[in-house]
């Protein structure tokens, strides 16, 4: 075998220019990355590529800040002790190896942090199963990956952790509507009969009453409100405390507010109408007719534990749609003779009506002063 050697390869060439090649982020990306800051939530690149290379695309995603960039060798030269504490200031790791990954992960969760990894190779599964959320490419990713991570992009895109996240505190947000507007109904119902009770008067709602107030008006709304749009400031909150649940002292508080305001004018129509010399069978139905009508009111302001009512109030048509015929359903029981035979009620005036509806809308104030309050403290 003969080896060719030309000194000259390059002679009579002229040099016209240099090409460049990107591999640019994707568009959406940049305000995928915003929301994340937006929301509380760090966003770190930890890539193979060069360390000038990293910090150029991470400054143009928003990622680079004022933080600091640390390469795989200055790492792995850091003692843990170091490196933790020095951790939540590092923005960009570059030409970094499969164990300075899981490193990463380790020293946030040590600093207490919730911790969600991206990655697509074998060498990215054993961090992607120490993070709290592990996230594996569904396009590029391994099968050993996808088996190692907890979610899987179908996509391959950023911005869509990003469209999780809001989806799943979407759906917190409004577990915790109804749950708030279902107690908060039931507190009500139980301290108003009890109240009647211990005060030695008559039973101020019949059995069926009380069962079309649990299966009928309490339910439509409260399905309604499961699928209620979310609030405008979702997005803006900082991540909550994982180790809390959804009764915290703020959502207590508007539960046991509702219900004790809404016992206190329920019992008030009932003994003043009674006090008044009204029939037994009218003073009830002022009560079942009020009772119902606070529970609607409340299930508005059930719509956020933060915000107030008048921020978009109409905005859940699925809710405008169940109160309409909750209402309509109700008007027929106090009008029509029949119904109103089997549900126990009488028709009442349009002077009863206007004090009900009057008392009734108290609760919104009640419960808007309370969002106030939580919201200075």
């Known amino acids: 075998m003969t080896a060719i050697h030309e000194p000259?390869?390059?002679?009579?060439?002229?040099?016209?220019?240099?090409?460049?090649?990107?591999?640019?982020?994707?568009?959406?990306?940049?305000?995928?990355?915003?929301?994340?800051?937006?929301?509380?939530?760090?966003?770190?690149?930890?890539?193979?590529?060069?360390?000038?290379?990293?910090?150029?695309?991470?400054?143009?995603?928003?990622?680079?800040?004022?933080?600091?960039?640390?390469?795989?060798?200055?790492?792995?030269?850091?003692?843990?002790?170091?490196?933790?504490?020095?951790?939540?200031?590092?923005?960009?790791?570059?030409?970094?190896?499969?164990?300075?990954?899981?490193?990463?992960?380790?020293?946030?969760?040590?600093?207490?942090?919730?911790?969600?990894?991206?990655?697509?190779?074998?060498?990215?599964?054993?961090?992607?199963?120490?993070?709290?959320?592990?996230?594996?490419?569904?396009?590029?990713?391994?099968?050993?990956?996808?088996?190692?991570?907890?979610?899987?992009?179908?996509?391959?895109?950023?911005?869509?952790?990003?469209?999780?996240?809001?989806?799943?505190?979407?759906?917190?947000?409004?577990?915790?509507?109804?749950?708030?507007?279902?107690?908060?109904?039931?507190?009500?119902?139980?301290?108003?009969?009890?109240?009647?009770?211990?005060?030695?008067?008559?039973?101020?709602?019949?059995?069926?009453?009380?069962?079309?107030?649990?299966f009928v008006t309490d339910g439509l709304p409260a399905l309604a409100l499961a699928v209620d749009p979310p609030e405008k400031d979702l997005m803006n909150r900082p991540p909550r405390d994982p180790r809390s649940g959804i009764f915290t002292r703020p959502v207590v508080t508007l539960v046991l507010a509702g219900g004790i305001w809404s016992a206190i004018v329920n019992m008030g129509i009932f003994t003043v109408g009674l006090h008044y010399g009204l029939p037994l069978k009218e003073a009830i139905s002022m009560t079942f007719v009020s009772l119902i009508l606070i529970q609607f009111i409340k299930a508005y302001n059930f719509r956020s534990d933060t915000n107030s009512v008048l921020q978009s109030p109409f905005s859940n048509k699925w809710l405008n749609l169940a109160i309409l015929l909750e209402i309509l359903v109700l008007v027929a029981i106090m009008e029509v003779p029949w119904l109103g035979e089997v549900f126990g009620v009488v028709a009442l005036s349009v002077t009863e009506w206007l004090i009900i509806i009057g008392a009734a809308f108290t609760v919104a104030p009640v419960l808007e002063i309370t969002k106030w309050l939580q919201r200075r403290r």
Request: proline share 4%; charged share 20%; hydrophobic share 45%.
């Open 8 to 214: 000259n390869a390059a002679a009579g060439f002229t040099l016209l220019g240099l090409v460049g090649m990107i591999d640019p982020p994707r568009p959406e990306a940049k305000a995928a990355v915003q929301t994340c800051t937006d929301a509380g939530i760090k966003t770190v690149m930890i890539t193979g590529d060069h360390p000038l290379t990293a910090k150029a695309i991470a400054r143009e995603l928003g990622i680079f800040k004022s933080g600091r960039t640390m390469t795989g060798a200055e790492l792995e030269a850091m003692k843990d002790a170091d490196f933790e504490r020095d951790v939540e200031n590092i923005e960009v790791y570059a030409r970094v190896s499969p164990e300075d990954k899981l490193r990463v992960v380790t020293a946030l969760q040590k600093k207490g942090h919730i911790a969600a990894m991206t990655g697509d190779g074998v060498n990215d599964a054993p961090a992607l199963r120490k993070a709290d959320i592990g996230v594996a490419m569904g396009i590029t990713g391994t099968d050993v990956t996808k088996e190692a991570g907890v979610m899987t992009l179908l996509d391959d895109n950023f911005a869509s952790i990003v469209g999780a996240v809001e989806e799943g505190r979407k759906i917190f947000s409004n577990i915790k509507k109804y749950l708030m507007y279902l107690l908060s109904s039931n507190v009500g119902e139980i301290l108003l009969m009890a109240g009647a009770s211990f005060a030695g008067l008559p039973m101020p709602l019949t059995a069926l009453q009380i069962l079309f107030v649990n």
